[in-house]
């Protein structure tokens, strides 16, 4: 099989893009710790009210300006469902679903993943600006999947 | 005879003969289905965007939920699967010379299979024991029988794909030493893909059912999702082949132009078929239970399909300019002005085609890590899939059925129907763009997908996608008269329209084309190939989940 000379070129070229974006996603990922949530812990989702650190959920600080958030979600609400922290904290959230698949994601930022039911979902945030962040859920988890919301006040 | 002149008297023979009409029949009543699904699927997807723009709501009786689960089945399975089915059987029987009749039979089992799954499927949806949306994620839990409804659907699609493969070993046996015609040659493609890609889905449904009737207790969530998406990601790539053959063989006969070659054509088909199942966890990347390392080898592998898709490109490009100039076509475009832009068959696909620009860099946009987590379970997403899906895939069936009908029913396409084509195609297009384009938008700010109309307890952030979601209305109306027009259209063309002749569009080589290698024929060694390729991206990560506490099952809805 042989390729005209400008199908050449336009291969090499199409293929080159696409190499680049790949090295560019590789080295975000792995040289910058960029890489996306995939918490790789397992609990027994029958038995996450006992199994620490979901015995018991609420926000810690861990640092100074560091917190961490350890949080249940359950159809349809976010436990602990008001959050607050001063403007310029770092906060990790660890999270685990109850029941079915749910997903969080802070609009204005780039926390959003997927927590499913049987893993220990993490992801970290750090929250610059004041001002009051909605946080919803963004995986369909049942009839009242559109009001499962809650705020995060940074201040 | 030489095999070639063989080939032209065979040819010649199915010219005069027409089509078989007991094959017609058969692929006729796919074709209903497919429209049928398009018209409810079309209804459904309206209430969807009045909903969400905030202008109606759901009655209880048949809420978002309900209405969305019933839109993605319809259109994503049944409206693409029972007109792939179809057209390629029609196909088969045009190039090779009628189906056999224990094909043709099957052809009709897997039919019957198909409906009774869309009954299962429909009618638990319908009850509201299945608002479980296209993805079932459990531990959602629905009634056994959407679960039985789908494993009739994935039979009926098996059967089928053996039927055609029966018929086209039985042509290469009888012509030895020749390459089986190009249009068959993607039907063998799409199903051998069907077939691979919806093992992983089967293997999932067949470990639901028992959990639903109540003999397991526990369901892994996480091996459930992978192997859904195994399967899902594969769909993708199944349509867009079954797209693209049209677009290699039909389109250059119908603007009066040659084929591109047929050996790169070939090549496309191949690299389709060996790269595309291990990409599935680039719907994954924001979930848990799967490495970095994974996700990362899983993107590599969906961004590989750039290479067939790009060189799908090209050869368009090339045999649109080819034809442009040989019609006489001067300049660096002068070529453009001859092409047949008032001819339906020719103006759906182009810009099908042409949607596909937007689409695949979009999908290569989102494919990257960090690009998915901002627009992962957005409109956004909703957003690109009525791009490929949507525009990309539908108006290249809307072409096909354009000649694809009259062939079959042994009827004409005329010069009314080609202008009521054109504004369908006019209707659709901006349709589209205004629902895409409103969804593109708004999942960006963080609209997200699957989710009925809501204001968060009027939250800013909420309100501002307001005007974005009034596009989704406005798109959604254009698109629901363009759904009646299309279907008024199929129907007229299937039992209305003057009695006649319609040619199955096949493009001719070029004279001077080389032929394609001998190794394109190998599909042992092509399936050898894939199921390397599954194997390496899948049986790792794979195992690594098999261990994850299960979940009892739920009915949040
Ligand atoms: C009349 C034309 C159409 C309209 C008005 C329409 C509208 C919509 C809307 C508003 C959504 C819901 C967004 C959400 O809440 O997540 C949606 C989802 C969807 N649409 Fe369409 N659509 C149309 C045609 C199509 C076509 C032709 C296809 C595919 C061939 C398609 C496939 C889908 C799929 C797969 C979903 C996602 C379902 C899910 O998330 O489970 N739609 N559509
Ligand atoms: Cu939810
Ligand atoms: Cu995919």
Redo the contacts with the bound molecule.
């Keep these: 099989m042989k390729l005209h000379r400008a199908e050449e070129i336009w291969l090499i070229v199409g293929v080159g893009i696409i190499i680049l974006a790949m090295v560019f996603t590789g080295y975000q990922a792995f040289a910058h710790g960029m890489a996306p949530p995939s918490g790789m812990e397992t609990l027994d989702p029958q038995k996450v009210d006992e199994t620490a650190p979901f015995d018991n959920p609420g926000i810690f600080e861990v640092g100074a300006d560091e917190y961490e958030v350890v949080m249940t979600l359950e159809a349809f609400r976010f436990n602990p469902n008001e959050i607050e922290i001063p403007a310029g904290s770092e906060v990790h959230f660890t999270m685990t679903s109850k029941d079915v698949v749910h997903g969080i994601q802070v609009i204005g930022t780039n926390i959003n993943a997927m927590v499913t039911p049987g893993h220990v979902q993490r992801i970290s945030q750090k929250f610059d600006t004041p001002g009051e962040y909605l946080v919803i859920c963004n995986e369909y988890c049942g009839v009242g999947h559109q009001m499962m919301a809650m705020t995060i006040v940074v201040k | 005879m030489d095999l070639a002149e063989k080939n032209v008297f065979h040819h010649k023979i199915t010219e005069a003969l027409g089509v078989n009409a007991k094959d017609a029949t058969l692929s006729l009543t796919f074709l209903v289905v497919s429209f049928t699904a398009?018209l409810i699927?079309?209804v459904l997807?309206?209430l969807?965007?009045l909903n969400?723009a905030g202008l109606f709501e759901l009655p209880a009786w048949f809420d978002y939920y309900q209405t969305?689960?019933a839109?993605?089945i319809l259109?994503?399975l049944v409206?693409?699967t029972t007109f792939a089915v179809g057209y390629f059987y029609a196909a088969l029987s045009h190039t090779l010379g009628g189906l056999l009749p224990k094909v043709r039979n099957m052809g009709w089992i897997a039919f019957g299979c198909m409906v009774i799954g869309v009954v299962f499927v429909a009618a638990t949806i319908i009850a509201g024991e299945a608002s479980v949306?296209?993805?079932f994620y459990p531990p959602m839990q629905a009634s056994p029988w959407f679960y039985i409804g789908l494993v009739f659907l994935v039979v009926g699609i098996w059967i089928a794909a053996f039927g055609a493969f029966i018929n086209v070993a039985h042509w290469r046996k009888k012509h030895k030493g020749q390459h089986i015609p190009l249009l068959a040659f993607f039907a063998t493609g799409v199903f051998v893909m069907l077939v691979f890609g919806s093992i992983g889905v089967a293997v999932e449904v067949l470990t639901l059912i028992p959990w639903a009737f109540g003999w397991k207790e526990t369901i892994n969530v996480m091996l459930s999702r992978t192997l859904f998406w195994s399967f899902g990601h594969t769909l993708v790539n199944i349509w867009y082949l079954t797209a693209i053959s049209a677009w290699y063989v039909a389109v250059p006969k119908i603007i009066g132009g040659k084929g591109f070659s047929d050996a790169l054509t070939r090549l496309v088909v191949i690299l389709l078929v060996i790269l595309n199942i291990p990409g599935g966890f680039h719907h994954q990347i924001v979930d848990p239970g799967i490495t970095e390392s994974w996700k990362f080898i899983h993107v590599f592998m969906s961004l590989s399909i750039g290479f067939p898709s790009l060189m799908t490109a090209f050869a368009m490009f090339a045999v649109f300019e080819r034809t442009g100039r040989r019609k006489g076509g001067k300049g660096l475009l002068g070529w453009f002005k001859k092409l047949p832009w008032g001819d339906v068959r020719f103006l759906a696909p182009f810009i099908a085609m042409a949607a596909f620009i937007p689409g695949g860099a979009g999908g290569i946009a989102q494919t990257n890590n960090q690009l998915n987590q901002v627009v992962h379970n957005s409109?956004w997403v909703?957003g690109h899939?009525?791009l490929t899906?949507?525009v990309t895939?539908?108006l290249t069936f809307f072409g096909i059925s354009y000649w694809l009908i009259p062939y079959l029913s042994k009827r004409k396409f005329t010069p009314q129907i080609n202008r009521l084509g054109i504004i369908q195609t006019i209707l659709w297009t901006v349709g589209m763009l205004f629902?895409a384009g409103s969804m593109h938008a708004v999942g960006l700010l963080g609209s997200p997908?699957?989710?009925s109309y809501t204001t968060y307890g009027n939250h800013q952030a909420a309100l501002s996608w307001d005007p974005y979601l009034i596009f989704?209305a406005i798109?959604?109306t254009l698109?629901?008269v363009a759904?009646l027009l299309m279907v008024y259209i199929a129907v007229h063309l299937m039992f209305f329209a003057p009695k006649g002749k319609t040619e199955f569009p096949i493009a001719e080589q070029e004279a001077d084309a080389y032929p394609a290698p001998k190794w394109t024929e190998r599909w042992g060694l092509t399936i050898v190939l894939l199921i390397a390729i599954v194997a390496m991206g899948y049986v790792v990560p794979i195992i690594e989940i098999l261990d994850v506490p299960g979940s009892p099952p739920f009915r949040t809805w």
Excluded: E, K, S, Y
């Design positions: 398009l699927g079309g997807g309206l969807q965007g969400r969305l689960t839109h993605g259109l994503l409206f693409t949306m296209f993805t409109l909703v899939f009525h899906v949507g895939v539908a629902m997908r699957r989710t989704l798109g959604g698109l629901i759904v």
